[in-house]
Each structure stands twice: as C-alpha cells, then as structure tokens.
C-alpha cells in the first residue's frame, strides 16, 4: 500500500478573485487538463477545437442565469489560467462534451463508456457512532488521474466548502459548513442531447453554494439538464435523497432502512415508457452498473449497526468481477480512451465534517484523513 495525497488549492474572497487564484495557482496544471479533453474529444467524435468552443459559447448565457457567481468565477479562472472563458467552460462542461460521442453515435452496435463511480450513504440509525457518512469511488479515464485537486473555497456569503474535483472545475463531490454533501455518478438515456443548459458541475457547485437542505435539492430542481445523471444529495443531519436527473424531469430515491447506494443504471423512473437506459442497451461498453449498486448496498448491510469509515473503505475496495468491480481498474482490453479506472475513494464524515481520501485505487493506496477548518465555519 501507498500513500499518496492530492493537491490541495485554496481560495478566498470575491467570485472572480477566487477564480483568478485558482487559475494561477494551477496554471499549468488548468492548461494541461484543457489540452487533454480536446484530445480526448477528437478521438471520440473528431471535434475540433474550434468547434468545441463554439458548443461551449451558448452555455455561457446557461450558467450565468443559473448563478452569476459561478460564471464569475469561471471568468477568474480563465484569466489566471490565461485562457479563454470557452475553454474554461469546455472544461466544465466536459460530463456533457465527453456525451456527444453517445448522443450522435449512429450505429446501433456501437459501444461508447458511459462513465463508473459507485456511491453511498449510511444515516445515523445504521452507523456505529450515529454519524451520517457518505462517499463515492471516482471511476474515469486513466489518462486523468493525475487531474484531481482538493479545492478549499472560503466565500464571503455563501457556505465555504470543499469539493474534490478536477484542476480548473469548479465543484465535483464535497461538502460544505453547513453540513450539506454531494456525490455524483455518470447515467445516459436515449432523452440525452447536447443544448447550452446548466452543465452538471455547475449543478453541484449549486448544491455546495446551498446553506440548507431544500435549497441544495432547489439547486437541481429549479434548473435544467441536457443530459443524464445522478446526484446523491447529504446533509450531516442524517438525511439522504437521491435524484436521477434527465432532461426534462427528475426522480427521487430515498434511503432503504438507512443505506443507499448508487451506480450508473436508473433505479427509478419505472414510469416512464419512452426512457431507455444506455446502461442496459447494447451501447452499453460495461454492464458492471447492474451489480455494483445493489453489491455496495448488500456489502454495507453486514455491518448494519456498526456502520463506519472502515465499512465504507472496505465496500470501496471491493474486487467482485475485477477488473471492472467496485474498486475499478483499466480494462486493457479496451480501448486506451474507454479505459476506466477507480481514481480516487473519498469518503465523508459528515458529522465531524471530516475527508478520507484515497488517491488512486484504494486496494493498492492508503486513505488519509483531511479536516478542512474552513468547514466549521457555522
């Protein structure tokens, strides 16, 4: 076992000053990772980046409806990153640009990764010292795993938070000093489409922006998506809801005796005729989704009762129908841009307001423990 920790940035003050220190604090870190999407969307649907930018100009008008804070922030980041907004933006757009090659694949056969992560979440009546913990295995391509940052943001009048994320995003997974936490986890359906709407990662810095429950679950329910996902939604009193997002409508999951846990197929929904689910179609590169979810949960019930950070690490580093298992390794007999491998583990104490994270595979690297003062700001 190793140990191996991820950057940490941190950020303070106005929208767009936190922004700029994010950008020149990554500079070439932001550029790199920019780079690297262009390349990747090249190989999947053979975008130019020209053409990629002009996609990226209608969700400009998007996001600074959606928060005007955010798109500020998003400005700041180009300018310390020295790039242009629309990079910036393809950058946080990159859930929904990485879904085109799915959208308008036309044959039938063809098989396109339509993402990984497993999450969870344990409330008070199931875990051993009645703490509400959550967490999620970041399952992506390989070729990002040296992309992630912990950003530690300290607003002026919103909650602070911490989101692990990718370098030059601005939110991913996280929680914030008001005790509210998300997780996030790939989904596609045949109602997917590429139009300028609130991107995902803005959706989730949405949540962590909220200073209570219902204005974290308003975050996604006041908006709309262009594509698919799901978002698992904590808040550190012990409660939990799921919400399956599609374009056009969304659907609530709630915990099953104090545990639930999610992969990458729809749970709900059973009442929509006209959705399918890539997940279970033959465009589906990887039918693991259909086992991990319900594994997780079953994993998880051992320890009903004495629910920990260690039940939670060990569900994490499960290895069942390996490589392609909960603890995620590169396929090598897929293509090097399908290749999906567990990135990192993080799991949240939301109680104690607490990070345990594991950089890489948890099977073969260490979590360490991370306790952010900024969180315990309320």
């Known amino acids: 076992m190793t140990l191996q920790q991820v950057p940490v940035i941190s950020v303070q003050g106005k929208p ?49 409806e959606y928060d005007a804070d955010i798109l500020e922030e998003l400005e700041g980041i180009a300018k310390g990153a020295d790039l242009s907004l629309e990079e910036i933006i393809a950058l946080n757009t990159r859930y929904e640009l990485t879904r085109i090659a799915l959208i308008r694949s036309q044959s039938p056969t063809s098989q396109v990764e339509s993402g990984g992560c497993t999450s969870m979440a344990a409330l008070p009546q199931v875990t051993k010292d009645g703490h509400t913990i959550t967490g999620q295995n970041w399952d992506y391509r390989a070729r990002f795993y040296a992309t992630d940052i912990i950003l530690e943001v300290k ?12 370098v030059g995003t601005i939110c991913h997974d996280g929680m914030n000093s008001t005790g509210v936490g998300v997780c996030f986890n790939a989904l596609s359906s045949n109602l997917d489409r590429f139009e300028p709407r609130t991107p995902f990662l803005v959706m989730l810095r949405g949540i962590l922006n909220s200073d209570s429950f219902d204005q974290a679950l308003a975050a996604v329910l006041g908006t709309r998506a262009t594509v698919s996902g799901n978002i698992l939604i904590t808040h550190r009193d012990g409660e939990a809801i ?33 959705l399918k689910d890539t ?6 590169s990887s039918p693991s989704s259909l086992f991990r979810a319900n594994r997780a949960w079953q994993l998880l019930e051992l320890d009903r009762g004495h629910i920990d950070i260690g039940s939670f690490q060990r569900v994490f580093k499960d290895h069942f129908s390996h490589p392609n298992s909960i603890c ?5 007999r897929r293509a090097e841009p399908e290749q999906i491998a567990t990135l990192a583990s993080v799991i949240m104490d ?8 594991a950089k890489g595979p948890p099977c073969q690297n260490e979590y360490y423990q991370l306790t952010p003062q900024s969180l315990l700001k309320d």
Not at 250 to 274: A, E
Not at 328 to 332: P, T
Request: a negative charge; aromatic letters at 10%.
């Open 16 to 64: 767009f000053d936190r922004g700029q220190q994010h950008g020149s604090q990554a500079r070439e870190q932001v550029r790199k990772d920019v780079d690297s999407y262009f390349d990747l969307w090249q190989q999947l649907w053979g975008a130019k980046r020209s053409e990629v930018l002009q996609e990226c100009k209608g969700f400009i008008t998007a996001i600074g």
């Open 155 to 166: 607003q002026e009048t919103k909650p602070n938070l911490v989101t692990h994320t990718e």
């Open 242 to 274: 799921d919400l399956e997002v599609i374009p056009e409508d969304v659907d609530c999951l709630y915990p099953d005796s104090g545990i639930i846990t999610h992969s990458n197929h729809f749970l709900g929904f059973t009442n929509r005729s006209d």
């Open 279 to 284: 997940a279970k179609s033959s465009k589906s």
């Open 328 to 332: 995620r390794h590169a396929d090598v």
């Open 350 to 357: 939301m109680t104690e307001q607490t990070f345990y994270i």
